[in-house]
């Protein structure tokens, strides 16, 4: 989906279809969130049985709700690539480098402070975090970027002014 949506994105925002461009965006959060929770409830059920199976006994156990939220932050991680690729096409890829910055920054300095003792939980709630935030600098980019869209040079509304 990631790959495919940018070219579809920018063709919408060309034509100045702001609904369609809307919607794109709509229905591939709302798939996101179908198959993050689909992951979640699975991690959930099944998940440090099959870490363990598949990644061998490491010395820890992989918590059910550890991985869920990771399961989560997966998918607050593809809706930024998603919120990201409607930023792209709509030049607003200044902004998107800063929402992307800003989290990485925050998931070091929370990885470094130490702030939970538990390692592996540590690297769990800084992911799903950073992700959120993530996601919420670009949903306002996303916000910003329907309110203050450029008009192509071409449109004619462009030529009245």
């Given amino acids: 989906i990631q790959t495919s949506i940018l070219p579809h994105l920018a063709s919408l925002e060309a034509r100045e279809s702001a609904a369609e461009f809307h919607q794109a965006i709509k229905i591939t959060i709302k798939v996101i969130a179908v198959f993050a929770g689909a992951v979640a409830i699975g991690l959930l059920a099944i998940g440090p049985a099959v870490m363990t199976a598949l990644l061998g006994d490491k010395g820890f156990h992989y918590g059910r709700l550890g991985l869920a939220l990771v399961g989560l932050g997966m998918g607050l991680h593809l809706t930024a690539g998603t919120l990201n690729q409607a930023a792209l096409a709509r030049g607003r890829a200044p902004l998107a480098a800063v929402a992307w910055l800003s989290s990485a920054v925050l998931f070091v300095a929370f990885m470094l402070s130490e702030a939970i003792s538990n390692q592996v ?38 030529r009245l002014h």
């Fill in 121 to 158: 939980t540590r690297v769990e709630v800084s992911y799903f975090t950073a992700a959120l935030i993530l996601c919420g600098l670009l949903w306002a980019v996303y916000r910003r970027g329907a309110a203050t869209a450029p008009v192509p040079a071409t449109a004619p509304s462009a």
